[in-house]
């Protein structure tokens, strides 16, 4: 019987091209993905802040060679179980989900007839 020891996934990388937009390097490296993509944007920038421009608005920088999040870890941290991965309690229909709210966070909310 062989044992391989567990280690760290292979990291994937991107090299930014110029006319590439965080938006279009989403959809070539995750095409498939779930998940929002503002949770897909928030990894992208948290792993890689020497890639954009410091001043607003942040714009990626030619040349440089992003680290493409592990999609399987963000699938796991944004799950919550019993619902679809990047559902964030926001039906798709447009209204929101009251299930997981409770009374107080509701008080305050307008009613129309």
């Known amino acids: 019987m062989w044992a391989f020891a567990a280690g760290p996934a292979p990291r994937s990388t991107y090299q930014v091209?110029?006319?590439?937009t965080l938006d279009k390097v989403i959809r070539k490296t995750m095409p498939d993905s779930p998940l929002r993509?503002?949770?897909l944007r928030n990894a992208f920038v948290?792993?890689?802040?020497q890639a954009f421009t410091k001043s607003p608005p942040r714009a990626l920088m030619a040349g440089a060679v992003l680290?493409?999040?592990n999609h399987d870890d963000l699938l796991r941290s944004y799950t919550?179980?019993?619902q679809a991965p990047g559902n964030s309690g926001?039906?798709?229909g447009g209204g929101y989900s009251t299930a997981d709210m409770n009374m107080s966070?509701?008080?305050n909310w307008v009613r129309f007839p």
């Open 67 to 69: 680290n493409v999040p």
């Open 90 to 92: 926001m039906s798709r």
């Open 80 to 82: 919550v179980p019993g």
């Open 46 to 49: 948290q792993q890689n802040p």
């Open 17 to 20: 091209v110029s006319g590439d």
């Open 105 to 107: 966070e509701r008080k």
């Open 37 to 39: 993509v503002e949770i």
